[in-house]
């Protein structure tokens, strides 16, 4: 009796450990199980007294029955498997573009060397990037560097709710700020005034707003109104419960943050996103797999690219991505830019200053191309969008 013992134990082990590996589908797992539970069970009736002969006998028919329901198992997953390359290979036709060696050239690789740089920076991963600015031998300014702790330093006090290394900033960009008319100087006042009120110290939000509202009137009059007005729903437990309920929102403080972030990078003269995230956004986005299908046209037609300043073909871009405006000319079907800018006939319509010129007739009138009225190409004014 011990043999058949030994050899059952062997046997529960082997299949314990199969049932383990075969976890991730569930019905060979369930057939596992349920053999396990009939070798357990052998075990016991031998131990019992039972017959060793007929028990096993009874046991290789439950282990061919259960061999049988795993082998059909394993055929659907297989035949799944293969319909799957099937319908991938009918899919895709052509096999992957393959690229040539992207940062190969000493200019391209120091490129992508000073955007990481600058993502660790940007970040406020200082240590790392000091180590990666040393180990890649790349030339980050004192002042760069510096102009990103700062921005750090005032964002983390941002988070902590304290206004004040801001508003230093905003005092000493006064004029850049104005330029953009950028509210960001008075959204900073703002939350301050409404967590004095929420905090019900309304004598100090009633002396902040004095001292800090006034010069804002000229821009932000309607606001400023809300935000006096408001003091007649005081306390702020009735506040939340009447039209100025969105003045107790939390997002007027937390917007505080991406809104100084973009200010400062703008006059830094850089995107208020992290480096690493506009080349994940725009480039793994599409942009590479467009650019590689028009290569790949071009090669076929035998053309080139004849701007060095212009993609020949149109990358969408997401609002957060688009950093100047756009206007592609319906005549030309060509984008706009400094040299050649949108122009407005007097009808209303709008073309490119080439196409108005092209248009234009003896004696300097033009058709407009999409109604029949005629103007002065000398009337036509310059659009900016």
Same mark, same amino acid.
């Given at each position: 009796?011990? %043999?058949?013992? =030994?050899?059952?134990? !062997?046997?529960? !082990? ?25 070798? =357990?069970?052998?075990?016991?009736? #031998? ?14 028919? /439950?282990?061919?029955? $259960?061999? !049988? ?5 394993? =055929? ?29 050239? +000493? ?15 940007? /970040? @406020? ?7 990666? #600015? ?28 304290? #206004? ?5 900033? $905003? ?11 950028? +509210? ?34 000229? $821009?932000?009059?309607?606001? #400023? ?19 100025? %309920? ?6 007027? &403080? ?28 725009? @480039? ?9 299908? @028009?290569? =790949? ?26 950093? &100047? ?11 706009? $830019?400094?040299?050649?800018? +949108? ?17 234009? !007739?003896? @004696? ?22």
């Amino acid at each position: 009796m011990d %043999a058949p013992l =030994k050899e059952l134990t !062997k046997l529960e !082990k082997l299949v314990s450990n199969s049932s383990a590996a075969k976890g991730k589908s569930p019905s060979i797992s369930d057939s596992l199980e349920s053999l396990l539970l009939s070798l =357990k069970d052998a075990k016991q009736r #031998i131990q019992a007294g039972a017959d060793a002969g007929e028990v096993c006998a009874g046991l290789s028919r /439950t282990v061919d029955n $259960t061999k !049988k329901d795993v082998d059909d198992r394993q =055929k659907e997953i297989y035949n799944s498997l293969a319909r799957f390359g099937k319908a991938l290979d009918k899919r895709f036709t052509t096999p992957l573009p393959s690229y040539s060696p992207l940062f190969s050239s +000493p200019e391209s690789k120091a490129a992508l060397e000073r955007t990481i740089a600058q993502h660790f920076l940007r /970040t @406020g991963q200082f240590r790392t990037a000091e180590v990666f #600015i040393e180990e890649s031998g790349i030339d980050i300014s004192p002042d760069m560097r510096e102009h990103f702790a700062e921005l750090h330093r005032i964002m983390s006090s941002l988070k902590e709710n304290d #206004i004040g290394p801001a508003l230093e900033w $905003t005092e000493r960009n006064r004029q850049f700020l104005s330029s953009r008319s950028s +509210p960001l100087e008075f959204h900073l006042h703002r939350s301050q005034y409404i967590r004095l009120l929420l905090s019900s110290d309304y004598n100090a939000a009633l002396i902040y707003a004095r001292a800090n509202f006034k010069s804002f009137y000229g $821009t932000h009059s309607s606001e #400023i109104l809300r935000l006096m007005n408001c003091l007649a729903y005081l306390p702020p437990s009735r506040l939340q419960g009447s039209p100025y %309920a969105d003045l107790t929102s939390p997002s007027l &403080h937390t917007d505080l943050e991406p809104m100084f972030a973009k200010e400062y990078c703008a006059s830094l003269g850089m995107s208020r996103q992290v480096p690493l995230r506009v080349i994940g956004d725009i @480039g793994g986005g599409g942009a590479l797999a467009r650019i590689e299908k @028009g290569r =790949k046209v071009m090669r076929e037609r035998k053309s080139e690219w004849s701007q060095s300043d212009e993609l020949p073909i149109e990358i969408p871009l997401g609002p957060e991505n688009r950093y &100047h405006s756009i206007f592609a000319c319906p005549v030309s079907k060509e984008q706009s $830019t400094e040299q050649n800018p +949108p122009m407005m006939m007097v009808c209303g319509h709008v073309v490119t200053r080439d196409s108005l010129q092209k248009l234009s !007739k003896a @004696g300097g009138n033009v058709k407009c191309p999409y109604c029949p009225q005629e103007s002065l190409a000398s009337n036509a004014l310059r659009v900016y969008f």
